[in-house]
């Protein structure tokens, strides 16, 4: 099964609300990184945290980490229609063969107007 | 301006013709990384490298080979394509930081959609 899942599976809001997507994870963690997709592009960076962090600010972005219960979450602040895509996120992990970054299965993410 | 290169970016090939996927960053990473995308299962890692001739299998290696022999270059290499291999592939590079051991933020490639028939 996956390292990182992501929950809501889909989200629809309407511009200006906040979105917030979750990430629960396994294993412990170097980092967790956040990234977005827009339909059959390559992904694209957004944020990354590290295992010693608990709050990152991006932008419009907010990212929580909460190792004792191996859990992320992303906030989108005044959400707008272009921030519509899927977000991924992907937990680095130190393994026998090097450092791994595990996808979870994503969020689509949908912003209405 | 800093890239990762992936060729083809659509190929439409028959079952067990080999066929290689090229991948070529220019921005000095040590790590590079080949993901398959599949409907509903996400970015699933087939195979990583750490720097050169260093590589590992990721979570579903099977059917596919790989070999770094430069630091900018990451091909995958499919040696008898099958149809369940059909999919959305991604390569993707980073920098390894210092200290700990980690993976820094990772740069993709736009994909390469492969069809087996």
């Known amino acids: 099964s996956q390292q990182g899942e992501e929950d809501p599976q889909a989200l629809s809001i309407q511009e200006g609300e906040n979105a917030t997507m979750n990430c629960s994870y396994k294993?412990?963690?170097?980092?967790l990184q956040w990234y977005r997709q827009n339909s059959g592009r390559g992904l694209v960076h957004l944020i990354l945290?590290?295992?010693?962090?608990r709050e990152k600010h991006s932008g419009r972005l907010r990212v929580t980490l909460d190792t004792s219960k191996k859990s992320s979450s992303l906030l989108i602040t005044a959400s707008r229609a272009a921030d519509t895509a899927s977000y991924f996120c992907?937990?680095?992990?130190?393994?026998?063969?090097?450092?791994?970054?595990?996808f979870g299965t994503g969020t689509q993410l949908k912003v209405e107007l | 301006e800093a890239q990762v290169t992936q060729n083809p970016r659509y190929l439409i090939t028959v079952t067990g013709k080999k066929l290689t996927v090229t991948c070529s960053q220019n921005m000095n990473h040590e790590y590079m990384s080949w993901y398959r995308q599949d409907p509903g299962l996400g970015l699933r890692q087939i195979y990583y490298?750490?720097?050169?001739?260093?590589?590992d299998k990721g979570d579903v290696p099977e059917g596919y080979k790989v070999s770094r022999k430069e630091k900018r270059n990451f091909p995958l290499i499919l040696e008898s394509p099958s149809p369940n291999q059909t999919s959305l592939y991604f390569c993707a590079s980073s920098f390894r930081t210092s200290g700990r051991p980690s993976t820094g933020e990772l740069f993709f490639g736009e994909g390469s959609r492969l069809t087996v028939l």
């Open positions: 490298s750490m720097n050169v001739e260093v590589t």
């Open positions: 945290i590290r295992s010693n962090e």
């Open positions: 294993t412990s963690i170097n980092n």
């Open positions: 992907a937990t680095d992990i130190l393994t026998g063969g090097g450092n791994k970054l595990t």
